[in-house]
């Protein structure tokens, strides 16, 4: 739930919800994420444009390097409401 996209008696439930249940719900900061056009290819060969939030971040081992980005329709983006992650690239410190 995002509080400032919700009405306040709505978000306010959820919060008197959450509050009774200590451990059972996770609460983020809210940041603003980019909205931005990506082209999708269609079944029959077509190329057609949709906007999609994104986020990406860095993860570094030892051993390798990797950008991953994750897209979503919706300003949540997690793998639960239909986001995916997707590989940008991958270094090898071998």
């Known amino acids: 739930m995002i509080g400032r996209l ?9 919060v ?35 906007k999609f939030y994104s986020v990406s971040g860095f993860v570094v081992t030892p051993g390798a390097i990797a950008v991953l980005g994750r897209f979503s329709k919706d300003m949540v983006v997690n793998v639960a409401r ?3 992650i997707i590989p940008a690239f991958l270094l090898s410190m071998g």
């Not at 919700?6 to 959820?14: L, T």
């Not at 919800?17 to 079944?43: C, M, N, T």
């Open 82 to 84: 239909k986001g995916g």
């Open 6 to 14: 919700m009405e306040k008696s709505k978000w306010a439930g959820y």
């Open 16 to 50: 008197a919800k959450a509050s009774r249940k200590p451990g059972g719900y996770v609460v983020q900061e809210a940041v603003d994420i980019r909205e931005e056009v990506f082209p999708l290819f269609s079944g029959d060969g077509k190329i057609r444009f949709e």
